[in-house]
């Protein structure tokens, strides 16, 4: 199992594509090592409360996890703006248009013409749209464009049928889609509509921009449909602002700039070097110290080290240099409970146990020590992650998700991992090689009666 374990580990840690079982296994790395972008948004109504940016801001956060970027940072600032920090963004443009973007779509009544995709249009639901910019001293509405009639309403959107798809083909081939389904009196005017104009152009309305007007080939008498898209790209956008809600007021994009990384590359490179050389350093005092045992418990680390790291790629974990911190800090934990088995061994050895024995009862002994310390340490890690949640600090979360998941881990290499590798050399022990399991040769210890004769 532990060589199973350990090479599935290294097949993800080193997967040439990057990718395993079609799952995405890059390394990701946090803001301060790579780089990203920053959004200030200032909502643009006037009749907005706190209460509404605090909403937006949840959206928005649901919308960036969406993305599957990590180590985020979504908060407040003011009554009325949001900051959002987004780590090694390839698309700047499509972020900040998928943040700002409130989620409302619409279905309309394009009266038989066919729309341009892009188009901002006004319609019933909306006949303002913040594109067209300040409408409310503009006395020539023809000037404003036609307001179209609103099928369907974006609040009966049903998000938990919104996922990605393909379309079934067509003169274009099979396109990126998203599907969905509404509720209530929208599907009721969907399927009626639909009905009645088949072999019309229904246009799609995305937070009152065209994204495509398709022609009506059958009635959707559910309510349910698709709309295609040019590239994954786009629909990956669409998906994100429609499935994790729409925003309660509308946004706009007060700043955008691009955050280089806190940390210089050779400050990163340094942190490598620095981390690998204390490992080694840790690794050799444990080998000198405790011999056979020692380099068991250094190949149990590298096994630690590798499951961490697949872990982390599978989740995944956006790593930060607080996050390697904790990551380091977990492991000279789990040299900690090694160094209190093996002393627990060499104790009951010299009780007159016999190395076998001894090694068990090292195992047991030792026990409550590792798994109160461990679990201790589980709650700080839990309480951290949960301030850090509650307040937007992902610079703590970071840390506790590590530190945490590196106790988890240490404690199977340490209590399956080393007791196995100890088990399978315990048989190449005897009085004469003793230094090699790094035991003194026994020394007759007093017993309680013996003891109680001397007084």
Same mark, same amino acid.
């Given at each position: 199992?532990?060589?199973?374990?350990?090479?599935?580990?290294?097949?993800?840690?080193?997967?040439?594509?990057?990718?395993?079982?079609?799952?995405?296994?890059?390394?990701?790395?946090?803001?301060?090592?790579?780089?990203?972008?920053?959004?200030?948004?200032?909502?643009?109504?006037?009749?907005?409360?706190?209460?509404?940016?605090?909403?937006?801001?949840?959206?928005?956060?649901?919308?960036?996890?969406?993305?599957?970027?990590?180590?985020?940072?979504?908060?407040?600032?003011?009554?009325?703006?949001?900051?959002?920090?987004?780590?090694?963004?390839?698309?700047?443009?499509?972020?900040?248009?998928?943040?700002?973007?409130?989620?409302?779509?619409?279905?309309?009544?394009?009266?038989?013409?066919?729309?341009?995709?892009?188009?901002?249009?006004?319609?019933?639901?909306?006949?303002?749209?913040?594109?067209?910019?300040?409408?409310?001293?503009?006395?020539?509405?023809?000037?404003?464009?036609?307001?179209?009639?609103?099928?369907?309403?974006?609040?009966?959107?049903?998000?938990?049928?919104?996922?990605?798809?393909?379309?079934?083909?067509?003169?274009?081939?099979?396109?990126?889609?998203?599907?969905?389904?509404?509720?209530?009196?929208?599907?009721?005017?969907?399927?009626?509509?639909?009905?009645?104009?088949?072999?019309?152009?229904?246009?799609?309305?995305?937070?009152?921009?065209?994204?495509?007007?398709?022609?009506?080939?059958?009635?959707?008498?559910?309510?349910?449909?698709?709309?295609?898209?040019?590239?994954?790209?786009?629909?990956?956008?669409?998906?994100?602002?429609?499935?994790?809600?729409?925003?309660?007021?509308?946004?706009?994009?007060?700043?955008?700039?691009?955050?280089?990384?806190?940390?210089?590359?050779?400050?990163?490179?340094?942190?490598?070097?620095?981390?690998?050389? $204390?490992?080694? !350093?840790?690794?050799?005092?444990? /080998? @000198?110290?405790? #011999?056979?045992?020692?380099? &068991? =418990? +250094?190949?149990?680390?590298?096994?630690?080290?590798?499951?961490?790291?697949?872990?982390?790629?599978?989740?995944?974990?956006?790593?930060?240099?607080?996050?390697?911190?904790?990551?380091?800090?977990?492991?000279?934990?789990?040299?900690?409970?090694?160094?209190?088995?093996?002393?627990?061994?060499?104790?009951?050895?010299?009780?007159?146990?016999?190395?076998?024995?001894?090694?068990?009862?090292?195992?047991?002994?030792?026990?409550?020590?590792?798994?109160?310390?461990?679990?201790?340490?589980?709650?700080?890690?839990?309480?951290?992650?949960?301030?850090?949640?509650?307040?937007?600090?992902?610079?703590?979360?970071?840390?506790?998700?590590?530190?945490?998941? $590196?106790?988890? !881990?240490?404690?199977?290499?340490? /209590? @399956?991992?080393? #007791?196995?590798?100890?088990? &399978? =050399? +315990?048989?190449?022990?005897?009085?004469?090689?003793?230094?090699?399991?790094?035991?003194?040769?026994?020394?007759?210890?007093?017993?309680?009666?013996?003891?109680?004769?001397?007084?």
């Amino acid at each position: 199992m532990i060589a199973a374990i350990a090479v599935l580990a290294l097949v993800i840690n080193v997967a040439p594509s990057q990718t395993f079982l079609g799952r995405d296994v890059r390394f990701r790395l946090g803001l301060d090592l790579q780089g990203g972008i920053q959004v200030l948004l200032r909502t643009t109504s006037a009749t907005a409360t706190e209460e509404d940016v605090k909403t937006a801001a949840g959206v928005i956060e649901r919308r960036v996890n969406g993305l599957g970027v990590g180590e985020t940072v979504v908060q407040l600032a003011g009554s009325d703006r949001i900051i959002v920090e987004l780590p090694g963004i390839d698309n700047p443009e499509q972020a900040v248009e998928m943040l700002r973007g409130t989620g409302r779509l619409e279905f309309i009544n394009s009266q038989g013409q066919y729309i341009p995709e892009g188009t901002v249009v006004r319609t019933t639901g909306e006949p303002n749209p913040p594109q067209l910019g300040d409408t409310s001293t503009m006395t020539d509405t023809a000037a404003l464009g036609p307001i179209y009639q609103s099928i369907t309403d974006g609040r009966d959107l049903d998000t938990g049928t919104v996922q990605p798809a393909f379309s079934q083909g067509g003169t274009l081939g099979s396109r990126p889609a998203v599907a969905f389904a509404f509720r209530g009196a929208s599907a009721t005017n969907l399927a009626q509509f639909t009905a009645t104009n088949i072999g019309q152009p229904m246009c799609i309305v995305l937070d009152s921009t065209v994204v495509s007007c398709p022609v009506i080939n059958g009635a959707l008498n559910d309510g349910s449909g698709v709309i295609e898209t040019n590239s994954e790209e786009d629909r990956n956008r669409i998906l994100n602002q429609l499935k994790y809600g729409a925003l309660p007021i509308p946004l706009e994009v007060e700043t955008s700039r691009t955050v280089s990384a806190t940390l210089g590359q050779a400050s990163v490179e340094t942190s490598i070097v620095a981390g690998i050389a $204390g490992l080694l !350093v840790v690794a050799l005092f444990m /080998i @000198v110290f405790y #011999r056979l045992p020692g380099l &068991l =418990a +250094a190949l149990a680390l590298v096994i630690y080290t590798l499951i961490s790291f697949a872990i982390y790629r599978l989740i995944p974990i956006t790593l930060t240099l607080p996050g390697i911190a904790g990551f380091i800090l977990s492991i000279g934990l789990a040299v900690d409970a090694n160094v209190l088995i093996f002393a627990r061994l060499r104790e009951e050895y010299r009780r007159g146990r016999d190395i076998r024995s001894a090694l068990e009862l090292g195992f047991v002994e030792s026990w409550p020590a590792i798994r109160d310390s461990s679990v201790s340490t589980l709650i700080t890690s839990i309480v951290l992650f949960l301030f850090g949640n509650s307040f937007g600090v992902s610079i703590i979360k970071g840390f506790a998700v590590t530190l945490g998941l $590196g106790i988890v !881990v240490s404690l199977f290499t340490a /209590i @399956v991992v080393t #007791r196995t590798f100890l088990r &399978l =050399a +315990a048989p190449l022990f005897s009085e004469q090689n003793a230094w090699l399991f790094g035991i003194d040769r026994r020394t007759p210890v007093a017993t309680d009666s013996a003891a109680t004769n001397s007084l």
